[in-house]
């Protein structure tokens, strides 16, 4: 699937007759993520390196979409999760609707926000990314297009006449591109439940220096608070792996300062070392509760976060000592833009 | 002749070209055209043509050398809060001060900025923790507050290290235990009044008066004549708390109340509008009969009974005074490592800029040269670059301050408990007093020595980078948002707070003297300072300098070593002919100035060197150690190059300088390829740059304006 996209990405973008890439799921889902198991399937049987592959294929389709010379409109009218949101946000254009669900779960199965989360969960307003990355919350259409990972919001019905308006104009040229979309658009309001509605308090938690400390400053705020969405907040976190959240805020935080390249490249490393199992199993654990036996009662290993030193997690950021091992290779880009610079 | 002419039709093709086009735009659009990208002046980001040798990041964390992840997370801290006003442009977003603002409304944006942070913990332990870990993880937030704006450091600080370090080291437990958490977490504001109109570099000779009143045990507080105004006192035109020192004492003497309204006797104005730093209220003060209770004399190194009697354990004035600079030694060392990141910014600025920016071409058809393809140009930023790399060494050096601090502070601290106890423990108060007496002072004196030759090094060092950053961006420097130009005024009070940079220097030279007579007179080998080498035979230097000799360790170091020997001694002799024709020692030193000047430039030189070799040396083989020998020599011949000394005593030949001067040539052509890698090494993120270091067009392009 990752590759045949990359084949009609480069293919597309060779192609003068090509002007927009239309991207969309079919059925109830953008996408709903890439083939954990088949990963965890393949590493089980000892060959960790076909599952680095499969990521090493994908993060080159995120950063040919986050560098893509023509326009890409990503139509996501259903859920868009891990993966999905790395093969749409990347890109120029996100419709929401009021079907899309978003999410980044990453940290209750045992891995982390990858396909480059880190570049644009820590571009979101504030803290929120960290919100989102290390809760995995759920965000719907109004949500996405209110803190920028959706630029458009549409509802469902309008589609086919946005896909046939925009099939009839035939461009490239982004503002043209916007301005059709904006007709078809919406603006959606945000329900009076929203985590939105909650930056403040996420600020104030999510903003904290590490993981244990945003913990506690939830715990404080909770005392304060009569509802149940700080409770909630507080269980997603304690429920999650404690590596995937360590390593998870680091990323994020790291990732602020960089370029999109540099956060695949990240992205990548960390992955490697997920999947070698060198410091933390929690990956095969997670999948094995949440996705194969279904208990959904996965045993972390370290089982808090207070046993995991600073040097377990510097060891997912470092270079994979493996002999064949090297960093992400990114293709050569003729149009870099600003967003795929960083030095950090 | 022939290629001329042709070349010559070449450009009246395109000159017609360019014309038709103009002719051919259809006059009755009103609206602006998209530019056709084509035929303009296309930008593309030096990261698609340069190459990284070596691993940005692991040279970012040899720069750095501590405490990575917290000033990532104070990093974002600022990029995700519009109190650090973030700006769109040219596709990215920059995070600066708007200096367009009133002075009042810059002091309270700073404010407003120190609360946010605060709030989010960034000041804790700043004053109540201990140890190495907290004072590193002190240093490196300072490091990102000045990377930000340099109002927003020094406000905090003059309230931590100007306040809280005079509670922590003038006072004893009973400060420390009212004042210390108090000021940490700014339940009050505090200043720290020195300077005096008349009197500022000179300590001793200010002239606020405080008498003792046994009747009452209180201490009066007088501003006898306008020179003794306090002057320059940062958070004085709007805090609270203010010690005030005369001579060799400190006192507390609140000068507002909680409300903000100034208390009565007390009289403060504004210093009003500066080149810089106007996000700092700068404020002066004057005392008429205020009386302070005398528990509020900050009694580490002496007291006063209630009946009014002195006492103190340090004999000796000059020691008793010395001890009373400690807290302006830790500034010393924040200045100077915050004027190497001001250099940071400026050259990752400059550079990235001259990588972008084409001028001239060399022929009429070729491209235009980009600004850094000048050799000219390498010559004017890479030396520099290599002299900020060079300072690399710093982040050990700091290291060893600290510990020397620390050291200094525990110790005091050992020698404060036991002074309180003074009559009733008094031999193990003889004891400790020994060994205060003994070790304190050698370590202050390192302590002095070091920050304050470095001090005056890098801040001036750091002026002189701005200039040359601020034209090499030519007209794209003079714009605020761009950072180079005007940190320029925001940095120059450096060399002149803590310390006037030529006092200081001055001051560095004196203490060598004073180590070359104490090993004369005692007939003692040379000990500490880095003066060890003058126990050895004198370095000798070859006739003929070979560029593999030039790029030599042992020849750069002998040479660096001569210089300081010999400056040394012609100062010693100097200063003793002055002596023996009946000049009085003090004068017979003003007069040996020039001297002075060399020496503590070679003095300055020289222990930075030895700085640099200590951290390459930590390296393995790799592509950072060969880029780190590369700048070391750089360093080091730019340094031969650039102080007559070595000409005007002759350590080189004139044949040997232009040997010099052509290896300098050489190593920026070998530098060259690095410079992007160089400058991304500094680890300032991209939101502190400024728009010309990335894509200048699009963010001067007229879709950027605001309509």
């Known amino acids: ?53 499969f990521y090493w294929n994908e993060y080159i389709l995120n950063y040919m979409m986050a560098t893509y010379s023509k326009t890409q409109v990503s139509i996501l009218d259903g859920i868009v999760m891990g993966s999905g949101a790395g093969a749409s946000i990347h890109g120029r254009f996100r419709v929401a609707t009021e079907n899309s669900v978003f999410a980044m779960p990453e940290t209750a199965l045992g891995i982390f926000p990858d396909v480059g989360a880190s570049y644009f969960l820590s571009r979101l307003p504030g803290f929120f990314g960290e919100y989102v990355g290390l809760t995995g919350a759920r965000l719907d259409g109004a949500e996405m297009l209110a803190c920028g990972l959706a630029t458009h919001f549409v509802p469902t019905m309008r589609l086919p006449s946005l896909e046939a308006a925009l099939f009839k104009v035939n461009t490239s040229d982004p ?159 003729p149009n870099l833009p600003a967003s795929a610079i960083a030095k950090l | 002749m022939e290629s001329s002419s042709s070349s010559s039709t070449d450009r009246i093709t395109w000159r017609a070209s360019v014309l038709t086009r103009h002719l051919n735009e259809p006059s009755s659009s009103s609206s602006p055209r998209p530019l056709e990208s084509s035929i303009c002046m296309q930008f593309s980001p030096p990261e698609l043509s340069e190459k990284f040798d070596f691993d940005v990041i692991e040279m970012r964390k040899l720069m750095d050398g501590h405490n990575f992840q917290d000033r990532d997370w104070l990093f974002g801290l600022m990029i995700q809060s519009k109190l650090f006003c973030p700006k769109d442009s040219g596709g990215k977003v920059f995070v600066s001060p708007d200096y367009n603002q009133s002075m009042e409304q810059q002091r309270e944006m700073t404010m407003k900025r120190i609360a946010y942070m605060l709030d989010r913990g960034v000041f804790q332990g700043w004053l109540t923790g201990r140890g190495v870990e907290t004072e590193m993880q002190k240093f490196a937030f300072f490091e990102v507050i000045g990377i930000y704006d340099h109002s927003l450091a020094v406000k905090l600080g003059v309230h931590f290290f100007l306040w809280g370090g005079a509670i922590q080291f003038f006072g004893t437990k009973r400060h420390h235990v009212k004042w210390l958490k108090d000021t940490e977490n700014y339940s ?19 002239e606020t008066i405080t008498t003792y009143d046994s009747a009452t045990g209180e201490f009066v507080i007088n501003t006898p004549c306008e020179s003794a105004q306090k002057y320059w006192i940062g958070g004085a035109a709007k805090l609270n708390i203010n010690g005030s020192n005369q001579g060799v004492h400190a006192f507390i003497a609140q000068i507002r109340d909680a409300d903000g309204n100034i208390c009565p006797n007390i009289r403060i104005a504004d210093c009003g509008h500066k080149i810089g730093l106007n996000g700092v209220d700068n404020g002066r003060i004057w005392f ?124 005091s601290e050992i020698f404060l408990s036991y002074l309180c106890y003074r009559y009733a423990m008094s031999f193990a108060a003889n004891y400790l007093k ?59 009070v450096q060399s002149t707070f803590e310390g006037d940079n030529n006092v200081l220097m001055q001051q560095v030279s004196k203490a060598l003297l004073g180590e070359y007579i104490a090993s004369q007179r005692r007939k003692k080998p040379f000990k500490g300072l880095g003066l060890e080498h003058m126990n050895d035979p004198c ?38 002919q002055h002596q023996a024709q009946g000049e009085r020692k003090e004068y017979a030193f003003i007069l040996s100035y020039q001297l002075a000047e060399d020496l503590g430039r070679a003095f300055s030189e020289r222990a930075i060197f030895q700085a640099f070799i200590e951290s390459e040396v930590t390296l393995s083989s790799g592509p950072e150690k060969s880029m780190l020998s590369l700048l070391r020599s750089m360093y080091a011949l730019i340094t031969l190059e650039e102080d007559a000394s070595f000409l005007r005593y002759g350590y080189l030949s004139t044949d040997n300088a232009s040997s010099v001067r052509k290896e300098v040539t050489k190593l920026c052509g070998e530098l060259r390829p690095h410079a992007l890698s160089l400058v991304s090494s500094f680890g300032i993120p991209d939101a502190f740059l400024s728009p010309i270091a990335f894509n200048w067009i699009e963010a001067n392009s007229w879709s950027s304006v605001q309509h």
């Open chain 1, 1 to 53: 699937m990752v590759s045949r996209l990359l084949e009609l990405f480069i293919a597309s973008e060779e192609d003068s007759n090509a002007k927009l890439v239309i991207v969309k799921g079919k059925g109830r889902a953008f996408c709903a993520g890439g083939d954990v198991v088949a990963v965890v399937r393949d590493t089980t049987e000892g060959n960790w390196k076909l599952g680095a592959h």
């Open chain 1, 175 to 333: 503002a043209v591109v916007s301005a059709i979309i904006d007709e078809f658009s919406q603006q959606p309001h945000l329900k009076d439940k929203s985590t939105y509605h909650r930056l403040d308090i996420i600020d104030k938690c999510f903003s904290s220096r590490t993981v244990e400390e945003i913990l506690s400053a939830l715990e404080r705020e909770a005392i304060n608070e009569v509802d149940d969405w700080i409770p909630s907040t507080i269980q997603s976190l304690k429920k999650a792996s404690p590596m995937s959240l360590k390593i998870s805020l680091r990323s994020i935080r790291e990732g602020r300062l960089k370029g999109v390249r540099q956060c695949l490249v990240q992205d990548y490393r960390i992955c490697c070392h997920v999947l070698r199992s060198e410091v933390s199993k929690d990956f095969f654990e997670g999948c094995r509760a949440i996705l194969l036996d279904k208990d959904q009662n996965p045993k972390w290993e370290p089982s808090k976060l207070e046993l995991i030193s600073d040097d377990m997690v510097d060891r997912y950021f470092s270079k994979v000592e493996y002999d064949e091992w090297e960093d992400l290779k990114l293709p050569a880009r």
């Open chain 2, 188 to 206: 009050i504001k505090g200043c720290f009044a020195m300077s005096e109109l008349g009197h500022g570099s000179n300590v001793r000779g200010i």
């Open chain 2, 288 to 411: 008429d009969n205020v009386r302070v209770p005398r528990e509020n004399l900050l009694n580490s190194v002496a007291d006063v009974s209630p009946d009014g009697q002195y006492m103190s354990a340090i004999k000796d004035p000059d020691q008793r005074f010395a001890a009373f600079l400690a807290p302006l030694t830790s500034g010393r060392v924040t200045i100077a490592v915050s004027a190497i990141y001001s250099s940071k910014i400026s050259l990752a600025i400059a550079l990235r800029y001259s990588l972008t920016r084409r001028a001239f071409s060399v022929s009429p058809n070729e491209p235009e040269v980009l600004l850094l393809d000048y050799p000219s140009h390498q010559r004017r930023l890479l030396p520099l670059l290599a002299k900020t790399s060079n300072l690399i060494g710093l982040g050990l050096e700091v290291a060893h301050i600290v510990e020397f601090l620390n050291e200094t502070s525990c110790c």
């Open chain 2, 434 to 492: 020994r060994i205060y007496v003994k070790r304190t002072p050698e370590a202050n004196k390192t302590i002095h020595v070091v920050s304050s030759s470095f001090k005056a090094t890098f801040t001036w060092h750091n002026m002189r980078t701005l200039q040359e950053c601020r034209e090499a961006c030519g007209g794209q420097g003079l714009k605020t948002e761009n950072r180079v130009g005007h940190m320029k005024g925001e940095y120059d």
């Open chain 2, 539 to 576: 370095p000798v230097i070859p006739a003929t300098l070979t560029s593999s000799t030039l790029r030599s360790r042992q020849f750069q170091t002998d040479i660096f070593c001569l210089r300081e020997r010999d400056l040394l001694n012609r100062f010693a002799a100097e200063v003793s």
